[in-house]
């Protein structure tokens, strides 16, 4: 048996074994299923899986009540419904230029406030694993980009610098998409570079974010399919995933069948961006 990692084993008691909300610690009893009723957007994967459960809720037999049970079971949410609720969740989408007459569209889940924020810093700089539950919570309320699926799409973490992962010791951003990834069944892709030359965007100026932010990343191989979801912790500004897109966006060679940056389409994705207004 696959031994598994600290941050695994917390997502894993977390998830099935504690049913205490992540943030208020109270009983939750509200499935995944109902806290994600009052948004507009529905997967259609989750769909098929409530038709199921559906089917199942009429039909008295054994086999269809443990499915049942068991649907519940994993489609919990990690958070109460007064606790999600409480959140202000997927904030209008923004947009910065990453070339002439094209712009990235960045969706965050929610705002850089209480209570992402506090899980978000203290995951990233002490590792607090008892954070990431709260974290996980709210990558799944990112929708699955419209027509995106694992044959045409691939997801692009921000990359770290070797200097920062050694002195980390974790890639919180690595850890935090590969749930993204599991969440919408669409594959990472590990194919841009970050330069050790470049500093820590905290506290900097939009200015100096993309001043810091110059020939930051390098292009390793072309991407692999036309869709390019980008991933980040946070967007403060968006400069990140500029920088991140501009790169993307003109391929590493041109050849035949792949002759302008306009074959790729990409959008970016947050945990959180900026405050509440």
């Not at 109902?34 to 529905?42: D, E, N």
Request: charged share 15%; aromatic share 6%; net charge positive.
């Amino acid at each position: 048996m696959r031994r598994l990692t600290p941050y695994q084993a917390g997502l894993w008691l977390a998830e099935y074994l504690d049913i205490r909300c992540q943030l208020c610690r109270v009983y939750r009893s509200s499935p995944q299923s109902q806290l994600l009723q009052s948004q507009s957007t529905l997967h259609s994967n989750d769909a098929l899986n409530t038709n199921t459960v559906f089917r199942a809720s009429n039909d008295n037999s054994l086999s269809a009540k443990l499915i049942q049970q068991a649907y519940h079971l994993l489609n919990r949410g990690l958070l109460c419904a007064h606790c999600h609720h409480s959140i202000a969740w997927l904030p209008k989408p923004f947009e910065v230029d990453i070339s002439a007459g094209t712009s990235l569209s960045i969706q965050a889940a929610t705002y850089y406030d209480y209570p992402i924020r506090q899980a978000i810093r203290a995951f990233k700089n002490h590792e607090d694993i008892t954070k990431l539950p709260i974290l996980l919570h709210a990558i799944r309320q990112l929708p699955r980009p419209h027509g995106c699926h694992q044959g045409n799409s691939v997801i692009v973490a921000m990359p770290t610098t070797n200097q920062r992962l050694v002195k980390r010791g974790f890639d919180p951003v690595s850890i935090l998409s590969a749930q993204l990834s599991k969440h919408w069944r669409i594959p990472l892709w590990h194919g841009v570079m970050r330069v050790d030359n470049t500093i820590s965007q905290q506290g900097l100026t939009r200015a100096e974010r993309l001043s810091n932010l110059d020939n930051a990343f390098v292009l390793i191989e072309n991407p692999p399919v036309k869709r390019l979801l980008l991933f980040d912790d946070v967007a403060t500004t968006g400069a990140s995933l500029q920088a991140l897109g501009r790169v993307l966006s003109v391929p590493k060679a041109t050849t035949l069948d792949n002759q302008s940056h306009s074959n790729y389409l990409l959008s970016a994705y947050a945990l959180a961006h900026g405050s509440q207004p």
